[in-house]
């Protein structure tokens, strides 16, 4: 089996990652390249922890005709429905796969627990985390650098829509310098849009690396987890 660079990643999704073109809902096609990858992931040894979000079903601001708490719910139950289908797409690829959600649903997902998580990823299955934390005024960027420190996670993997950090959206601005390495104080002193303040802060007090990447290609994901210098590396 190859070198890992990583072995136990957390895998940071946001629901647009799983739209694909339109930005809304799920683009099986799209979900299945990112389950392929992933699969080639499993098979060279890495343990998997995804966790995914919901803006592409619903984003706590969206509501305006109620309370915030309600918003936030109603965006984490949207994660929920991206963990299922993920779920599926993992399962169809013969990738065993566990959901858990920190809002318990039974019916369809094991609640969150700490050390059953961990046993999933040692004996070799994904383990994708859906409802976010679980609280109203957090992010699924948050959770997943809470995760991450939960699980023992070496490094966090953020698929993005662009390819790496920029000094400004590239598109807007064709001046934009494209960063290679930038430190967690970097991302708060500048406000570059890579995570909220809650989870760059948390990453940087648990010195956990994040790359991030485009996720565009998912093939990156393969690459980064051998140790390719792929998007933009954050670190201390
Ligand atoms: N959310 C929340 N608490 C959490 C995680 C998520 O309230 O711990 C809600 C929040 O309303 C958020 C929505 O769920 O807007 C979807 O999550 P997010 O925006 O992080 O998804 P992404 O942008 O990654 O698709």
């Not at 046993?119 to 679980?134: N, S």
Request: one cysteine or more; a neutral charge; proline letters at 3%.
């Amino acid at each position: 089996m190859p070198e890992l660079k990583y072995k136990r990643v957390l895998l940071k999704l946001s629901g647009e990652a799983l739209a694909g073109e339109k930005k809304h809902g799920i683009n099986e096609e799209t979900m299945g390249e990112i389950c392929d990858q992933i699969k080639k992931l499993v098979e060279m040894g890495a343990e998997i922890a995804i966790v995914v979000g919901g803006g592409n079903f619903w984003r706590g601001r969206n509501g305006k005709e109620m309370e915030r708490t309600t918003s936030d719910y109603m965006g984490m139950l949207a994660t929920s429905m991206n963990g299922l289908a993920l779920q599926d797409a993992l399962e169809a690829r013969g990738v065993y796969s566990r959901l858990q959600t920190a809002i318990e649903m039974r019916e369809i997902a094991e609640p969150f627990i700490q050390r059953k998580a961990i046993k999933h990823l040692q004996k070799g299955r994904v383990v994708i985390f859906a409802c976010g934390t679980g609280h109203p005024y957090f992010t699924t960027d948050t959770t997943a650098a809470l995760r991450a420190v939960e699980v023992g996670a070496e490094a966090i993997l953020v698929g993005k829509t662009i390819d790496a950090v920029y000094s400004d959206d590239p598109k807007i601005n064709p001046n934009a310098e494209r960063y290679d390495h930038i430190t967690y104080l970097d991302i708060l002193s500048k406000d570059l849009k890579v995570m909220d303040s809650t989870a760059t802060a948390l990453c940087r007090d648990n010195k956990i690396p994040l790359i991030v990447f485009g996720i565009a290609d998912p093939e990156n994901m393969v690459k980064i987890i051998q140790g390719q210098k792929i998007g933009t590396l954050v670190t201390d």
